[in-house]
């Protein structure tokens, strides 16, 4: 596979998956069901159609299972590689720095939370974003959340901000905030802009910080059909009657 034909994009489904109690007793949450499909296989179905072509998935609790769900499968025509964290949980940051061997021939890295269901194209936004000068792209929604994430003036990422707590997670001061937006758990990366990090456990938030401070980590607000988290069982419940009453 030639680098310009490489699309890639990173699961991260190394989540212990407590919020959905004793679903995830006996399963890693990429496994959990939803309509007698696994939350992976919906994942995985939508980048391959949107003609993602190499795919690595993260393990942690019950990874085994991940990696005999994709043996059995057999995805032929998609490359599919597992960053081995069963060791040790790296969190959302390190997963990227452990898994960034991965990514070297990579131009950029599509991140996509495997508890995320929506309907977002990430085909224009993908190429358009490898054109950019900048370093990542947060895709952002104005939702009624508690956690926000902060951008600049110039749409640059500060940091994340506590709408109860009023807690402001950055080096910056609040007042150079200019708008704050709900994360939508899908963003994209060039991997150049990680390789002077040292491994280690960490959020995602704590190397955005960094980063940028030199390249810009741009907001890119999304307006999809439906967007849903599926980390609850009330929430996984909710989304398979809708489903069901879409057909």
């Not at 021939?105 to 939370?113: D, G, M």
Request: charged residues 30%; contains cysteine.
């Amino acid at each position: 596979m030639k680098n310009d034909e490489r699309r890639t994009a990173f699961i991260l489904a190394a989540g212990l998956g407590t919020r959905l109690k004793e679903l995830t007793s006996d399963k890693p949450k990429a496994m959990v069901e939803m309509n007698g499909k696994p939350l992976l296989e919906y994942v995985i179905d939508k980048l391959i159609l949107q003609n993602f072509n190499h795919i690595v998935i993260n393990i942690h609790h019950f990874g085994d299972k991940i990696i005999d769900f994709v043996n059995e499968k057999k995805y032929p025509d998609v490359k599919i590689e597992i960053s081995d964290e069963r060791d040790f949980l790296y969190f959302t940051g390190g997963a990227i720095l452990k898994a960034l061997p991965y990514f070297a021939q990579s131009k950029a890295v599509l991140i996509h939370n495997v508890d995320v269901f929506s309907d977002v194209d990430f085909q224009t936004y993908y190429d358009d974003f490898i054109e950019s000068d900048d370093a990542a792209w947060l895709f952002t929604q104005d939702r009624n959340n508690i956690s926000k994430v902060a951008f600049d003036k110039n749409d640059n990422f500060l940091g994340t901000y506590n709408i109860q707590t009023k807690e402001f997670d950055s080096d910056r001061d609040f007042s150079e905030v200019s708008k704050l937006l709900s994360f939508s758990g899908l963003h994209i990366f060039k991997p150049e802009s990680f390789t002077d990090f040292e491994l280690k456990r960490c959020h995602v938030w704590t190397l955005y910080k960094e980063i940028s401070k030199t390249k810009r980590v741009k907001s890119e607000f999304i307006q999809p059909n439906y967007w849903f988290d599926l980390g609850t069982q009330e929430e996984l419940k909710n989304v398979s009657e809708w489903l069901l009453s879409q057909n």
